[in-house]
Nanobody
């Protein structure tokens, strides 16, 4: 079995910072891309940031210059540093990973359970 467990969400004032973490555990051979998505009430889930196994990154236009994604391959962990937070960043943030459980297997996409981020004064 594989689990993605997020942490680091919470309530923060506008302009503040939060750091999200997501650890992948279980039977894992390798992890390809990892990423963070978010879903606000009444809206569709959207990509916030993604990072390849080699460290290439991609960001949504709305978070460029404010958010930074990184990963620690030795720890099967992906991070999202969020600075200059705005009320419109309020959402449930989900971790996503495309990983291979056993050598020669096809990759499978996994999701975490989500962590709430609320930006409010």
């Amino acid at each position: 079995q594989v689990q993605l467990v997020e942490s680091g969400g919470g309530l923060v004032q506008p302009g503040g910072s939060l750091r999200l973490s997501c650890v992948a555990s279980g039977s894992i051979f390798s992890i390809n891309a990892m990423g963070w998505y978010r879903q606000a009430p009444g809206k569709e889930r959207e990509l916030v940031a993604g990072i390849s196994s080699g460290g290439s990154t991609k960001y949504a236009d709305s978070v460029k210059g404010r958010f930074t994604i990184s990963r620690d391959n030795a720890k099967n962990t992906v991070y999202l540093q969020m600075n200059s937070l705005k009320p419109e960043d309020t959402a449930v943030y989900y971790c996503n990973a495309d990983l291979v459980r056993r050598r020669f297997d096809d990759s499978i996409n996994y999701w975490g359970q989500g962590t709430q981020v609320t930006v409010s004064s």
